[in-house]
């Protein structure tokens, strides 16, 4: 199976908006807030010690990262002064990049001496970001400069690491290049690329060079090799990362043994490690998996780019099998977790994305019991760690990715956007209003003979096809042969809202409630309320009303619940009095977009 | 209104196997651990810079109240080897103690260019325990050296504190030594002694020497003049004993604006800052009251001595008005959040007393987070600070103490205890099953002519006395006209377990509620329930039924609950699949007789 590329896709509707707003406002905000910092300024490589702004390890990634959604846009929209920024770039890795085809700021500028010597540092990762930027820009402009560079770059690599395997380490301490070299392949053909990620991959876990100390292999996945993988452990980003390089090689060379390492990873987050929003990574001690069922919401770590990375593993293996719960994760991890990471104006971020928000419990356990989680309450514009901004740009920018792949017999629909795409001699037009409406219209042209494949959401009860219940569904996928060259289709899914319960075993969520409507998930903010968020409850006769909310430009949900009275007695024979009272909730994406506020995704419910 | 001393009372029942426990277990228990740990020992002040087992500031503090609960037990149960123990003490007191009256081993031994010098390190603290033990022992034995000793220390005290202001400090930075110099005015007539009470009362919050740093005056109670206090901060166990002492100097000196603080103060922590269990002090920071609504169950502080503390106080303020809710606190810390505090053989203590221990949880937010809370789930025998083990004996040796008290036309019954009390010229004789049993029979004999005022519990739901309705009801006290030399009557209490809820806005305690039988507080322990707690529900309609525990000697409860099923899905339709089941509950302060577990007094409600 192989994916239809973003760049066959013309978005509208909700994406379309998304695309504007990057174009309009995110692209230039990260750029502003970069150039303020020296990451740009850091590629004139004039950088001395005891100069400000000392390049970091990971700027690299940052602007390349910048790079890679600023190429995706510009293969969707043309932007002469975007591309421009881009060249100027290029031109700065040219003329800076060592002889020999190297390029690292940081280890040329800072600590020449210390190439390729510290496997923790991110020189690989970098050099994987640049890569994909390079590949990106490659393909949305033509232009071949930079994506030679990165070539030669990674001529490079596969000298020092596998010719004459002469580094410090044999794999990185944060994944990424393994990803990159699948994508290389992908666009040149060059299978010597697919053979450098391979051995990446398979040296993970194996290097004695690399596991040597013993301690904390867990934290970068060099624990065990990856083919006996089956817990997501360790730092969130690297673990998704990894994993999606496995998905790719086990689908391009056919290896069983990582593909069930990948299922069992995958099977092992969705069901036992991930927030409700798609968020993974449940502490911040190391930004990291903990352990089955610890998801705790008030001090939830769950990265923006461990989400964008787990949908990015969720496409992947989509491509694998056709079973719509890959689809489903990759849908819940975007409009949710990943989403929550950018503001709804697409100028400020979050890097932690919390599912609840308790801002005087969270005074009461700084003041009195010396408990300090650097819960981060507001967006910011910039991070000293700021990967999150641009990753969320590219994935929007690249969304398009999501939407389709095909084999010789069937195209897969695996997602609902306002779209036209057009490939291979086939046209294939959405009309909807998703994730807000459920009535999506599908015409498809040139497909006669051929079959559609319609996911299913796994959250949709009882979805119909024209008005029918559709009759061939295998692993969530509707399978409908096309009889005609011009055909179109109406899928309707159920948004009623829906309560939704944890496993009683999720700690943080016993008692509680969330609400969600289609792919999204909702949220209480205080600044909704007419009493403190945790004097609410959720009644289980929600009788929901969609609100649209002028100022949030999506629809809001009013619900029935509860407000508990104070009363002047500490303990008191139970039940407590309480009243009755509509909540307004509004999707979990759309929070902290009104100042600060208490926020509350799991409701105490009754 | 004036007190009728345990020495009056002989105690069967409940508290009678308590004193029993206390002769045959705690007291010979401590007095091992305080042996092996140099605690006797170091009243020899044979020790020298370089030897092992130094004397600690509060050593001193620990044997006085050792000795106290052993002279009270004394007075009710003659043991010569027992007396023989504290007489020994007393002569190596008379023999080491300096010429000019003072004693403290820490400063005589250790820094004795340091007396007096500084505020927080416990020497007046010390001076007042060594002061109350010597007053116990005069009153159990009729020997008077121990407390000639600390007559000659107190006029000490008076001369440097009060007539050459000659210390470093004015008051000291841990109270005790104002409610002992009370205690030593009541047992000695002398007025000056309460003169010294008041003045130092009076210059707490107020001498410059004590506040001139202006950081931190809160923790010890100095942050403003006593009679402003409105809030109950700082140090929870410094807090309640100097708001002991307020209380006995505004019923003896008739000072109201102190009693005014009392009763605000009293209000504050009973409907604020007090858990349930009577316990007190949330935060293990400080040992400290933190603000209104703060009752973290896992958490808790609630160190066994400020439930003590608060018992004593709420005992005070029972002398100054026949309000049955002074009384009812002070029942609520004694069977609850101080009994909690040593195990039911008598032999091990906790200092903290949680009101719920995940042990799972406690590892992960330990492993994962970072957060180090210091939970002890074992009782043990002896701790570096061992304040509470020798104070929980001393209050059971005194327990007759809360028992009556009476002025010239009314003998009020605070509390219901198997038991008989002779005193001037009148005998009260109580047969019941008290915590246990809800009825019963008070026989008075020498009354006629008078009222007695009988404590009607304010969990008591409809009592009657000799099956009727009380027809003479104030502020929770039952007035009944004796007209006869020899009554008896009856007060049935109805026992049914009740079902408990915060004030909304107590965090930890959303949604959950606790189940209460009479005095008791009930939780639920792992190792009576076949699934995990935090799966576990309590049902609204309880079904309760009573059922012996031979192995914890006292009456558990089985209730009607829920248990939610873990399926295979992380998230789905709420509600989740229960099954009801039966939940066996215990006496709080049973909890932790077998072995390491889970425990909740809070336990969530459907």
New interface residues.
């Given amino acids: 199976m192989q994916n239809v590329s973003f760049d066959h896709v013309t978005l509208g509707g909700f994406w379309g908006q998304w695309l504007e707003k990057l174009q309009a406002v995110t692209l230039p905000t990260v750029y502003d807030r970069f150039s303020e910092t020296g990451r740009f300024e850091a590629f004139e490589f004039h950088w001395k010690a005891g100069d400000p702004k000392q390049p970091h390890i990971f700027w690299d990634s940052d602007v390349a990262k910048w790079i890679e959604a600023a190429a995706d846009l510009l293969a969707q929209r043309p932007d002469p002064a975007l591309e421009a920024v881009i060249d100027r770039v290029v031109d700065l890795i040219e003329l800076h990049r060592d002889p020999c085809g190297y390029f690292n700021i940081y280890f040329t500028v800072c600590e020449p001496d210390q190439r390729f010597q510290r496997r923790t540092d991110h020189e690989l990762y970098c050099a994987g970001h640049l890569t994909e930027a390079a590949i990106a820009y490659a393909a949305a402009t033509g232009k071949t400069k930079f994506l030679r560079l990165m070539q030669d770059y990674i001529a490079y690599i596969d000298k020092v690491f596998f010719q004459e395997d002469s580094a410090a380490f044999s794999t990185p301490g944060h994944e990424e290049i393994e990803l990159a070299l699948v994508k290389l392949y992908n666009f040149t053909g060059d299978a010597h690329y697919l053979e450098m990620s391979r051995r990446f991959v398979d040296l993970r876990g194996v290097s004695p060079k690399d596991i040597a100390g013993g301690h904390n292999n867990d934290y970068d996945q060099s624990d065990r090799p990856v083919r006996e993988i089956s817990e997501a452990i360790g730092h969130s980003v690297r673990a998704v990362y990894l994993y999606c390089a496995m998905a790719d090689l086990a689908r391009l060379t056919a290896d069983d043994a990582l593909r069930a390492a990948c299922e069992r990873v995958f099977d092992n987050i969705?069901?036992?490690r991930?927030f409700?929003t798609g968020g993974i990574g449940?502490?911040?001690?190391g930004e990291?998996f903990?352990?089955d069922f610890?998801l705790?919401n008030d001090?939830a770590y769950a990265e923006t780019c461990a989400a964008i990375g787990l949908a990015f593993f969720a496409r992947r293996m989509s491509l694998l099998e056709a079973d719509s719960r890959y689809a489903d994760v990759a849908e819940t991890a975007i409009y949710n977790g990943a989403l929550s990471g950018i503001s709804l104006r697409g100028n400020a971020f979050f890097y932690v994305n919390p599912l609840e928000i308790?801002l005087n419990?969270h005074r009461?356990e700084k003041?009195?019991?010396?408990?300090e989680d650097g819960l981060l309450t507001q967006r910011l514009e910039v991070f000293g760690c700021s990967c999150c901004p641009p990753n969320i740009a590219r994935m929007i920018a690249s969304i398009g990715d999501f939407l389709y792949s095909y084999d010789e017999r069937t195209v897969f629909v695996h997602h609902y956007f306002e779209s036209k795409t057009a490939f291979d001699g086939v046209t294939l037009t959405q009309k909807t209003g998703y994730p807000f409406d459920g009535e999506n219209c599908l015409r498809a042209q040139g497909l006669r003979g051929k079959t559609l494949a319609l996911r299913l959401p796994g959250w949709a009860q009882a979805p119909r096809i024209n008005g029918q219940a559709p009759a061939d569904v295998r692993k969530g996928y509707a399978y409908l042969p096309v009889e005609a060259d011009d055909v179109t289709l109406t899928l309707s899914l159920d948004l009623t809202p829906?309560?939704?319960?944890?496993?009683?075993?999720?700690?943080a969520d016993?008692?509680?409630?969330?609400v969600c409507r289609g792919p999204l998930v909702y949220c209480m903010e205080q600044v909704d309320q007419t009493a403190?968020l945790?004097?609410l409850?959720l009644s289980?006769d929600l009788q929901p009303a969609l609100a649209q909310d002028a100022a949030l430009g999506c629809p809001a949900l009013e619900v029935n619940g509860f407000r508990?009275?104070?009363?002047?007695?500490?303990?008191?024979?139970?039940?407590?009095d309480r009243a009755p009272c509509r909540l307004r909730l509004i999707p979990y994406f759309a929070f902290a977009n009104r100042g600060e506020s208490d926020m509350k995704v799991w409701i105490?419910?009754s």
Avoid: C
């Fill in positions: 969705t069901q036992r991930m409700i449940s502490s911040s001690r990291r903990t352990e610890d705790p001090v308790d419990q009461i003041d009195w019991y010396g408990r829906r309560l939704m319960a944890a496993d009683p075993r999720v700690h016993q008692g509680k409630a969330a403190p945790g004097q409850l289980a508990e009275l104070p009363e002047d007695t500490l303990y008191r024979r139970y039940p407590l105490r419910i």
